[in-house]
Nanobody, 118 residues
Framework: QVQLVESGGGLVQAGGSLKLFCGNS????????MGWYRQAPGKQRELVAT???????TYADTVKGRFTISRDNARSMVTLTMSSLRSEDTAIYFC????????????WGQGTQVIVSS
C-alpha cells in the first residue's frame, strides 16, 4: 500500500536553503510520476515540481532555477532541494504520487510546513 510521508520542513530565512523528503512506504512500482505541490494560506494548492518514472521533470515557473526535484526508486524517495528561498515560498508542501493502476486516484502525503522569514 502506497503511503507518502514528508519530512524536512521548517523555518528558514529568506535566501536560505531547505530540503524536503518524501518517502513511500509502499512499492514504487505502483506509482507513476511523483511530485510536490504547495498550498499557501488562503490560496489554492499549486504544482511545484514533478518527476516521471523515466526522470522527466517539470517545474513551476516560480521555482525554476531555485528548486531541484530528484527521485530515488531504490530508496523509494523523492527529494525537493530548495534554495534562494523567498517569503512567497511559505506554504505547506505536499508530496504527490500518481496511482499507476487507477489514474486519477492520486496518493498524497500529510504535508510539511515551510516558513520563509524575510
Amino acid at each position: 500500500q502506497v503511503q507518502l510521508v514528508e519530512s524536512g520542513g521548517g523555518l528558514v530565512q529568506a535566501g536560505g536553503s531547505l530540503k524536503l523528503f518524501c518517502g513511500n512506504s509502499g512499492s514504487m512500482l505502483d506509482v507513476n510520476a511523483m511530485g510536490w505541490y504547495r498550498q499557501a494560506p488562503g490560496k489554492q494548492r499549486e504544482l511545484v515540481a514533478t518527476i516521471s518514472r523515466g526522470g522527466t521533470i517539470t517545474y513551476a515557473d516560480t521555482v525554476k532555477g531555485r528548486f531541484t526535484i530528484s527521485r530515488d526508486n531504490a530508496r523509494s524517495m523523492v527529494t525537493l532541494t530548495m534554495s534562494s528561498l523567498r517569503s512567497e515560498d511559505t506554504a505547506i508542501y505536499f508530496c504527490n504520487a500518481e496511482n499507476r493502476w487507477h489514474p486519477g486516484s492520486d496518493y498524497w502525503g500529510q504535508g510539511t510546513q515551510v516558513i520563509v522569514s524575510s
